[in-house]
């Protein structure tokens, strides 16, 4: 099979309605990457922590949050900063591979 008939037969799947498939993949592997371990971090964070009375080690974390107050932390450090550019790039994909209006049904094919 030549290079031209497989590059032909690429692009023809594009053109039928493969870039819808190519955007929901990249939007699946980026929620995936970006929101699966944030809402499991939440959950387990709420699982977790259920004590019945103050421990000792919740005075241990609060000394620490404490001496951590004067430090300057940032909001946005490079992973937070990949990740919303992850979530940029899902909205470029369906914007650039799916077309602004439906086709127009009216001329079928025969």
């Given at each position: 099979m030549?290079?031209?008939?497989?590059?032909?037969?690429?692009?023809?799947?594009?053109?039928r309605g493969?870039?819808?498939?190519v955007?929901f993949?990249?939007?699946?592997?980026v929620?995936s990457?970006?929101?699966v371990p944030?809402v499991?971090r939440?959950i387990?964070?709420?699982?977790?922590?259920?004590?019945?009375y103050?421990e000792p080690?919740?005075f241990?974390?609060q000394?620490?949050?404490?001496a951590?107050q004067?430090?300057?932390?940032?909001l946005l450090?490079?992973?937070?900063?990949f990740k919303?550019?992850?979530?940029v790039?899902?909205g470029v994909?369906?914007?650039v591979l799916?077309?602004?209006r439906?086709?127009?049904r009216t001329?079928?094919r025969?």
């Amino acid at each position: 099979m030549g290079w031209r008939r497989v590059r032909r037969r690429y692009f023809r799947w594009l053109n039928r309605g493969g870039r819808f498939y190519v955007a929901f993949t990249f939007t699946v592997i980026v929620v995936s990457y970006v929101a699966v371990p944030f809402v499991v971090r939440f959950i387990d964070a709420v699982d977790d922590y259920n004590p019945i009375y103050y421990e000792p080690k919740d005075f241990a974390r609060q000394a620490y949050l404490e001496a951590r107050q004067g430090e300057s932390r940032s909001l946005l450090g490079w992973e937070v900063l990949f990740k919303l550019a992850l979530l940029v790039a899902v909205g470029v994909v369906w914007r650039v591979l799916m077309p602004s209006r439906p086709p127009d049904r009216t001329s079928l094919r025969r």
